[in-house]
């Protein structure tokens, strides 16, 4: 049996991570088993802790995923194997009480802010995409996303994005964009990197 080919796809905060992944899955999906994993879904379990001590961990530090864990689900997904893949909750900044059964698949999406820092993560994936967006650009989209779908005030979206978001970003994150074998400009809206992606994910998967 042939193994799963998996995408990585790394970039700051409100990038448009998902935004690509999500139109690889759309065009996927009708003739293989795809599957989107988000690395968020590997922040640590927090919920021994109480909200306001929650509130002051730092997201934006490789130490607050549970990378073991991720690594261990990449190679089962690999084999094609089935995981039981832990859900997040970004307004309780816990994870969820459920999880979710993800069987094996052809293509797995990963994508996450540090899909490409982390080593163990990058050995796995057959192809490593960095989306390269402004900060400015990324910290407006962050702060609409944020108070619409993240529970977050004005004020606590700026502070995480001074004390947290911004020196994560440059110490971990935009120096990873050297592993990238594809560095995407603008995100989601750039269909000609979009469209020569999808062409070298159907050289692999078609071979
Ligand atoms: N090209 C774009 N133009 C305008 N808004 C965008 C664009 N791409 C993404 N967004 C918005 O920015 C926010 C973050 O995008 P998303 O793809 O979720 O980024 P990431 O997964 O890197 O955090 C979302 O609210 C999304 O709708
Ligand atoms: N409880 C949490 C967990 C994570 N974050 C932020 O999410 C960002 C990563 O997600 P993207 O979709 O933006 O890539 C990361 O920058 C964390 O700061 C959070 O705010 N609260």
Redesign the pocket.
């Known amino acids: 049996m042939k193994e799963a080919i998996i995408i990585g796809i790394a ?1 700051g ?7 690509i992944a999500m139109q690889l899955y759309d065009y996927f999906k009708g003739n293989h088993k795809v599957k989107i994993i988000k690395q968020d879904d590997y922040y640590k379990d927090q919920s021994h802790l109480t909200f306001e001590e929650r509130v002051k961990t730092n997201y934006d530090h490789p130490l607050a995923f549970d990378t073991d864990l991720l690594v261990d689900h990449l190679k089962k997904l690999k084999n094609k194997e089935t995981i039981e893949k832990p859900t997040y909750d970004y307004t309780l900044h816990t994870r969820s009480d459920i999880t979710e059964t993800v069987e094996g698949r052809d293509v797995i999406i990963l ?1 996450g802010i540090f899909v490409l820092a982390e080593e163990k993560v990058r050995a796995l994936c057959d192809i490593l995409v960095y ?1 390269d967006t402004a900060s400015d650009i990324r910290f407006i ?1 962050r702060l ?2 944020d108070i619409e779908e993240r529970g977050r005030s004005v004020d606590s979206v700026c502070n995480q994005y001074l004390n947290t978001v911004r020196p994560m970003h440059e110490q971990f994150i935009e120096p990873s964009k050297k592993y990238a074998h594809i560095i995407i400009p603008e ?3 750039n269909h000609v990197a979009v469209d020569l992606l999808i062409t070298k994910i159907k050289s692999i998967v078609d071979e």
């Open positions: 970039g905060s409100a990038s448009g991570k998902t935004s994508e989306v989209r609409k996303r995100g989601g809206s």
